[in-house]
């Protein structure tokens, strides 16, 4: 991949007069804190390194010099933005700066004006993005640049992730790195012909400011404007080249086994052997990752590498969970680590990590059967039940890494989840009866947490000074260590301990909170509705497998047209606490389809409601229809009129932050299959995976998840039946059975007896299974033969796990 992108970079930005823009303006790296938000297509290790100011073009560029400062009087006139829907987009609509929501409104205007399109992507609630629009955006003096020689378009990567990836697609082939704000300049065409991430306002000793920028494409686009648009189309047919994902001439994927073995040792050699994790800082959650190792650990169970896979996974998790990534005031993951021990986050909240990462800690906990994980899982998913869900069963994008100090103080990233020695002493002063020196509640707390005077956060991680004598809790001992350190019971410490966070947890609320992104997105949602489903059925918790449920009704009521049986993308939180759209809708692209359906299926399994298994059978028709490539195999990221005029027609070929549509949709129609026997589903995943087998065989690590459904389609999937009446009592003590063992590829159906059901309608040899008598049995069915049957819990689990 790297090789592929420095060679791409050498044939855009051959120099042909004066110093090319990449050359003259790329800066150095700096500390983490001060990147752009990192591209999670890249991948969640995230192996390229960002850049402050990263800039990448096809077009030399002369000199340019300083600008002005930031008006002190804000213009509050507001621009068209104000019209929109989007967290992200109403936040520049007071802008000085003629901004356009993307579309044929913008477009018509650039070609028609002959000028060029200043494409700018974020979202609500990144840190960066709130920087350059404080640096820049609200600049008079940059407002009227942009608004008087380019056609400015400001696009929620969110809403359209179709933008966002082809436009991230160029900046990272013609630069060394991507992540948000991305700002892109285009043609009237829509082709990018510059493009970067973020850009200080004014130049500095090592970095060209965004005025600086501006004015030298400017001049570009009047004097070499011709030479600009061939390097354009240049740019865009390489890209085309480079992006294609096709079967060609191969009839069949590659071996799962070569696959597996790769990719394991490519993660063992960038395993973090003390503190977990893969990669150097800054480090991210991984849920794609320890998803594979488990599948890895599970098939490879009586080997050294399968023991290893399973120890790298808990160990990541476990460090993960006592790092300061963690909030353990509040419950639920940040977005990534700034070090590599996990200690200092990046504090904004992802419903997507939410929801990856309960599952991990749910199949952690089916794997080692220690509470720990699954009461890691549980407090993720009270942190998303009290602070990211609608009232109507919807869950709500993210919350924000800055905020206030105190009110009408300027937001600082990480104020509301840090604290002071002071503060946690007036908090928790009462003495601790019964230990070996004189201790008070919160000296307590501050040793099991790392607390101290002077603030654990090194100032290597806080340029700014903003987090001085601040700390972030990371747990520091085991409970162990810290009872027998002041001489106490562990159980006693446990409860000062939970006692202690939940005053802290108190006296937070009284804090001015993070920015809530309430949009809702089909696909996250999806993700969290598999969050809960798979968590309520590990733990055998109706009130979580509820919570999954009310998602799907919320999904079916607010974000599904009946009659195109089409998803939406984006709903909106109104007044009132009502649920409103954008006019007209944003449809739903490939991801919501896959993630939307993955719920479905997980929550099907965690009910045995057969209605959420026919809606995914009709969702997965529909993303067929919409997505399918019928020549080249696999799905396109999105609708070809949806996508209409973008240079490129992608298909996502990295599992990130989340997984790849292509890799989740792969487990989808192996699913699918073992629900309903239609032999559709099985050649469309061969197919799929055939033309991704180019992409696995050169980085098997960059879709772990893929590998994983390369593995489970290369085996036999396991269809466990249980015959039974669903509200049963041992009906349920066997369905709890199976959700018990970590069985990643299986499916598990409830046949109730009734032929006329929707699964005996796509199974007919489920009428030829008996309860024994009459009693609750279970069946594991492989290449069409079943085992005998099986009536107790404890049977059942020996011949799932032997």
């Given at each position: 991949m790297l090789g592929a992108r420095a060679w791409l970079g050498s044939v855009l930005l051959l120099p042909r007069a004066g110093v090319g823009l990449a050359a003259s303006l790329r800066c150095p790296g700096v500390w983490p804190r001060t990147w752009p938000h990192r591209n999670p297509s890249r991948g969640s290790s995230s192996r390229d390194k960002d850049r402050s100011a990263t800039v990448s073009s096809s077009v030399p560029m002369p000199a340019g010099g300083k600008g002005s400062h930031p008006s002190?009087?804000?213009?509050?006139?507001?621009?068209?933005?104000?019209?929109e829907k989007s967290p992200y987009l109403l936040q520049h609509a007071y802008n000085p700066v003629d901004w356009y929501p993307w579309g044929q409104e913008a477009f018509?205007?650039?070609?028609?004006?002959?000028?060029?399109?200043?494409?700018?992507?974020?979202?609500?609630?990144?840190?960066?993005?709130?920087?350059?629009?404080?640096?820049?955006?609200?600049?008079?003096?940059?407002?009227?640049?942009?608004?008087?020689?380019?056609?400015?378009?400001?696009?929620?990567?969110?809403?359209?992730?179709?933008?966002?990836?082809?436009y991230m697609t160029f900046v990272q082939a013609t630069s060394s790195g991507g992540g948000w704000p991305m700002n892109v300049w285009l043609t009237p065409n829509l082709q990018p012909f510059v493009g970067g991430t973020y850009f200080p306002p004014e130049d500095g000793l090592t970095r060209v400011g965004f005025r600086t920028v501006l004015l030298r494409i400017r001049e570009q686009w009047k004097q070499n404007k011709n030479t600009l648009l061939e390097n354009s189309q240049r740019v865009t047919t390489?890209?085309?080249?480079?992006?294609?994902?096709?079967?060609?001439?191969?009839?069949?994927?590659?071996?799962?086994?070569?696959?597996?073995?790769?990719?394991?040792?490519?993660?063992?050699?960038?395993?973090?052997?003390?503190?977990?994790?893969?990669?150097?800082?800054?480090?991210f959650p991984t849920p794609v990752i320890l998803s594979f190792l488990f599948s890895y650990w599970?098939?490879?169970?009586?080997?050294?590498?399968?023991?290893?896979?399973?120890?790298?996974?808990?160990?990541?998790?476990?460090?993960?969970a006592n790092g300061g990534i963690r909030d353990h005031v509040g419950q639920g993951f940040h977005r990534y680590s700034t070090d590599c021990q996990w200690h200092v986050p990046h504090f904004e909240k992802m419903l997507y990590d939410q929801a990856q990462l309960a599952v991990a800690y749910s199949q952690a906990f089916q794997i080692s059967g220690d509470e720990f994980y699954s009461d890691v899982a549980k407090g993720i998913l009270q942190y998303v039940a009290r602070s990211l869900s609608h009232r109507s069963g919807g869950f709500y994008s993210a919350e924000d890494a800055d905020s206030p100090p105190e009110r009408g103080m300027r937001p600082k990233e990480g104020a509301y989840y840090v604290w002071t020695v002071k503060e946690v002493?007036?908090?928790?002063?009462?003495?601790?009866?019964?230990?070996?020196?004189?201790?008070?509640?919160?000296?307590?707390?501050?040793?099991?947490?790392g607390l101290t005077e002077a603030g654990n956060i090194s100032p290597s991680q806080d340029p700014k000074g903003e987090l001085q004598g601040q700390n972030v809790l990371t747990v520091r001992y085991s409970l162990e260590l810290t009872a027998a350190r002041f001489g106490l019971d562990v159980e006693a410490v446990r409860t000062l301990l939970n006692t202690g966070l939940e005053k802290l947890f108190q006296a937070r609320?009284?804090?001015?909170?993070?920015?809530?992104?309430?949009?809702?997105?089909?696909?996250?949602?999806?993700?969290?509705?598999?969050?809960?489903a798979v968590t309520g059925a590990v733990l055998g918790q109706d009130r979580l497998i509820n919570y999954a449920t009310n998602g799907a009704k919320f999904l079916k009521r607010h974000m599904f047209d009946v009659a195109s049986g089409r998803l939406m993308r984006t709903c909106y939180t109104g007044s009132g606490g009502t649920v409103e759209h954008s006019n007209p809708p944003c449809w739903g692209f490939l991801e919501d389809y896959a993630f939307v359906v993955r719920g479905l299926l997980?929550?099907?399994?965690?009910?045995?409601?057969?209605?959420?298994?026919?809606?995914?059978?009709?969702?997965?028709?529909?993303?067929?229809?919409?997505?399918?490539?019928?020549?080249?195999?696999?799905?396109?990221?999105?609708?070809?009129?949806?996508?209409?005029?973008?240079?490129?027609?992608?298909?996502?070929?990295?599992?990130?932050?989340?997984?790849?549509?292509?890799?989740?949709?792969?487990?989808?129609?192996?699913?699918?299959?073992g629900f309903t026997g239609h032999k559709d589903w099985m050649d469309k995943c061969v197919c799929l995976l055939t033309a991704f087998s180019e992409r696995m065989r050169r980085v098997p690590v960059a879709l772990p998840e893929m590998v994983r459904a390369l593995s489970a389609q290369q085996q036999t999937l396991k269809q466990i039946v249980i015959c039974g009446d669903r509200q049963a009592k041992d009906t349920k003590a066997l369905v709890q059975c199976v959700h018990s063992v970590y069985i990643p590829n299986k499916v598990l159906i409830l046949a109730d007896g009734d032929p006329s059901s929707f699964l005996s309608r796509q199974l007919p040899f489920l009428s030829t299974l008996r309860r024994l008598e009459d009693q609750a049995t279970a069946y594991v069915c492989e290449n069409q033969a079943c085992s005998m049957p099986i009536t107790d819990p404890c049977e059942l689990r020996k011949l799932l796990h032997p």
């Amino acid at each position: 991949m790297l090789g592929a992108r420095a060679w791409l970079g050498s044939v855009l930005l051959l120099p042909r007069a004066g110093v090319g823009l990449a050359a003259s303006l790329r800066c150095p790296g700096v500390w983490p804190r001060t990147w752009p938000h990192r591209n999670p297509s890249r991948g969640s290790s995230s192996r390229d390194k960002d850049r402050s100011a990263t800039v990448s073009s096809s077009v030399p560029m002369p000199a340019g010099g300083k600008g002005s400062h930031p008006s002190s009087t804000p213009q509050r006139v507001p621009n068209r933005l104000i019209h929109e829907k989007s967290p992200y987009l109403l936040q520049h609509a007071y802008n000085p700066v003629d901004w356009y929501p993307w579309g044929q409104e913008a477009f018509d205007k650039a070609r028609k004006e002959n000028k060029p399109i200043f494409l700018s992507v974020g979202y609500s609630t990144c840190h960066w993005c709130h920087m350059m629009e404080e640096e820049s955006f609200q600049n008079e003096e940059i407002g009227r640049l942009l608004s008087e020689d380019f056609v400015s378009v400001k696009v929620d990567r969110e809403e359209r992730p179709d933008v966002d990836k082809v436009y991230m697609t160029f900046v990272q082939a013609t630069s060394s790195g991507g992540g948000w704000p991305m700002n892109v300049w285009l043609t009237p065409n829509l082709q990018p012909f510059v493009g970067g991430t973020y850009f200080p306002p004014e130049d500095g000793l090592t970095r060209v400011g965004f005025r600086t920028v501006l004015l030298r494409i400017r001049e570009q686009w009047k004097q070499n404007k011709n030479t600009l648009l061939e390097n354009s189309q240049r740019v865009t047919t390489a890209l085309l080249a480079r992006s294609e994902i096709s079967m060609g001439d191969r009839q069949l994927p590659p071996s799962a086994a070569t696959m597996n073995n790769r990719c394991f040792q490519q993660l063992d050699e960038g395993y973090d052997e003390e503190y977990g994790g893969f990669a150097e800082a800054p480090k991210f959650p991984t849920p794609v990752i320890l998803s594979f190792l488990f599948s890895y650990w599970l098939s490879h169970r009586l080997t050294q590498d399968g023991s290893r896979a399973q120890q790298m996974a808990l160990h990541t998790l476990k460090m993960m969970a006592n790092g300061g990534i963690r909030d353990h005031v509040g419950q639920g993951f940040h977005r990534y680590s700034t070090d590599c021990q996990w200690h200092v986050p990046h504090f904004e909240k992802m419903l997507y990590d939410q929801a990856q990462l309960a599952v991990a800690y749910s199949q952690a906990f089916q794997i080692s059967g220690d509470e720990f994980y699954s009461d890691v899982a549980k407090g993720i998913l009270q942190y998303v039940a009290r602070s990211l869900s609608h009232r109507s069963g919807g869950f709500y994008s993210a919350e924000d890494a800055d905020s206030p100090p105190e009110r009408g103080m300027r937001p600082k990233e990480g104020a509301y989840y840090v604290w002071t020695v002071k503060e946690v002493q007036q908090l928790l002063p009462e003495p601790v009866l019964g230990a070996t020196e004189p201790l008070t509640s919160g000296q307590l707390l501050m040793k099991h947490y790392g607390l101290t005077e002077a603030g654990n956060i090194s100032p290597s991680q806080d340029p700014k000074g903003e987090l001085q004598g601040q700390n972030v809790l990371t747990v520091r001992y085991s409970l162990e260590l810290t009872a027998a350190r002041f001489g106490l019971d562990v159980e006693a410490v446990r409860t000062l301990l939970n006692t202690g966070l939940e005053k802290l947890f108190q006296a937070r609320k009284h804090r001015p909170k993070p920015h809530l992104d309430s949009k809702m997105l089909a696909a996250w949602n999806g993700l969290m509705v598999s969050g809960y489903a798979v968590t309520g059925a590990v733990l055998g918790q109706d009130r979580l497998i509820n919570y999954a449920t009310n998602g799907a009704k919320f999904l079916k009521r607010h974000m599904f047209d009946v009659a195109s049986g089409r998803l939406m993308r984006t709903c909106y939180t109104g007044s009132g606490g009502t649920v409103e759209h954008s006019n007209p809708p944003c449809w739903g692209f490939l991801e919501d389809y896959a993630f939307v359906v993955r719920g479905l299926l997980d929550l099907y399994e965690a009910s045995q409601e057969s209605a959420w298994l026919e809606w995914a059978l009709r969702l997965q028709d529909t993303q067929d229809r919409l997505f399918w490539d019928s020549q080249g195999g696999g799905y396109f990221c999105s609708e070809a009129e949806l996508g209409a005029g973008l240079p490129l027609r992608l298909k996502d070929d990295q599992d990130g932050a989340e997984p790849s549509a292509n890799s989740v949709s792969a487990h989808n129609l192996l699913r699918l299959h073992g629900f309903t026997g239609h032999k559709d589903w099985m050649d469309k995943c061969v197919c799929l995976l055939t033309a991704f087998s180019e992409r696995m065989r050169r980085v098997p690590v960059a879709l772990p998840e893929m590998v994983r459904a390369l593995s489970a389609q290369q085996q036999t999937l396991k269809q466990i039946v249980i015959c039974g009446d669903r509200q049963a009592k041992d009906t349920k003590a066997l369905v709890q059975c199976v959700h018990s063992v970590y069985i990643p590829n299986k499916v598990l159906i409830l046949a109730d007896g009734d032929p006329s059901s929707f699964l005996s309608r796509q199974l007919p040899f489920l009428s030829t299974l008996r309860r024994l008598e009459d009693q609750a049995t279970a069946y594991v069915c492989e290449n069409q033969a079943c085992s005998m049957p099986i009536t107790d819990p404890c049977e059942l689990r020996k011949l799932l796990h032997p």
